[in-house]
């Protein structure tokens, strides 16, 4: 494999770019434009052609992008679908949040996902999101905002005021995560900051009425380790999904029918109207194949990827893995299996995988969770389940998955691109 650092340079650029699902839609969506893809609105009339490139978005923060067949119809094509999520677990923004107590002000805040807390505490954190507003014209109106730089702060509480902080203290979240964001006299308004921050950015607002806003991290994304093997940085759950599926798109070269899609919401369920349970994809797919047995056609010479990052084998905690399967970082990605049906792969579907892995001379991995153990789920069961196409989940293995820092294999990420690539190009799936 070509391990040269410019994907991985623009990876990085992509994952500090996207701290919230609405911005790496957008950044997706520039990406797509500079690669001659054409947005279609929901709203509007489409007309697809023969080789066309196009994408949409719902609500901001899930985007679907596709090529039509150059020679094939549709129906004949099929289409080769790799799927992933924009979100990640993290703190937001509540709706009422200013807190003011003994001079400091601070924000109240709700855990969106399964968010390991305690990394949570002491790092340099910002907001991001969007932000909901009547202007100047007395229009509703809505921009994305990023303060950037760091403004805010969770201060761990001194050892020496908790001798039990370091024997499995447990977090409660209501009361030890409110973020401090400066000293003040009076409880802050955080709508007048948020109007403030909106007018800098060249907005004329009248009132902000809602917002969806997260706190983050604002430490880079980074390449570590002696030889830079590892990618460290927020969201690489799912967002390393996001970008490779992303990336082999732009630069398959196929006559075939490929699609991506990234949905919201896969770390709260799935179920909402830009979520994989929701109709969005289905949506798509009736207004490109608009007769139910064509569509029906379609998708039986159709398959998706399912890409979620997996649980690689920590050498500190190596009993939390099944023996026999203990994925190692930069030894190819995952293929999931769980016989409950939490992973919707099968043996033709792994089957074919691993031929595309062969093809690009990548390793192929297995996961299995342990059997006393639950297991975690994505949006593979879940879209194949609402449109009935043949499914695999995989992922690259990684490190402190839900943690406000998390760790890949750069090796992976390579190899991962290049079986994506393998597969949108396939004549046959």
Known sequence: MNQSNAPLESLIRFLNESPTPFHAVAAMSTRLESAGFE???????????????????????????????????????????????????????KPNPEMHRHGYSQLGVEVY??????????????????????????????????????????PSLAIHLDREANSGRAINAQTFLPPILGQSDKKADFRALLKTQLEEGGHSVSEVLNYELSFYDTQSAALIGLDEAFLVSARLDNLLSCYMGLTALINANSDEGMLLVCNDHEEVGS??????????????????????????????????????????????????????????????????????????????????????????????????????????????????AEIGVKTIDIGVPQFAMHSIREMAGTADVMDTIEIFKAFYQLENV
Request: charged share 20%; proline share 4%.
């Open 271 to 384: 179920m909402s109207a830009v979520g994989a349970q929701g109709p969005m994809l289905e949506h798509l797919l009736e207004r490109l194949v608009v007769k139910s047995e064509d569509r029906s056609r379609m998708l039986a010479r159709s398959m998706m990827i399912s890409a979620d990052n997996a649980h690689g084998i920590h050498p500190n905690f190596a009993d939390k893995h099944d023996a026999n399967h203990g994925p190692l970082l930069n030894k190819g990605p995952v293929i999931k299996i769980n016989a409950n049906q939490r992973y919707a792969t099968t043996d033709v579907t792994s089957s074919q995988f691993r031929l595309l892995a062969q093809a690009v001379g990548a390793n192929v991995q297995e996961f299995v969770v342990r059997s006393d153990m639950a297991c975690g789920s994505t949006i593979g069961p879940i879209t194949s």
């Open 39 to 93: 947005y279609l609105n929901e709203r509007d009339t489409w007309n697809v052609k023969a080789g066309g490139r196009y994408y949409t978005q719902r609500n901001g923060s899930s985007i679907i992008a596709w090529t039509m067949p150059t020679t094939r119809s549709l129906v004949d094509s099929g289409f080769r679908m790799v799927g992933a999520h924009t979100d990640s677990p993290c703190l937001r923004v």
């Open 113 to 154: 996902g399964g968010v390991l807390l305690a990394p949570w505490f002491d790092r340099d954190l910002s907001i991001a999101g969007r932000v909901s507003f009547k202007n100047t014209e007395g229009e509703l109106d809505a921009a994305l905002i990023n303060f950037e730089r760091p403004i805010a702060i969770i």
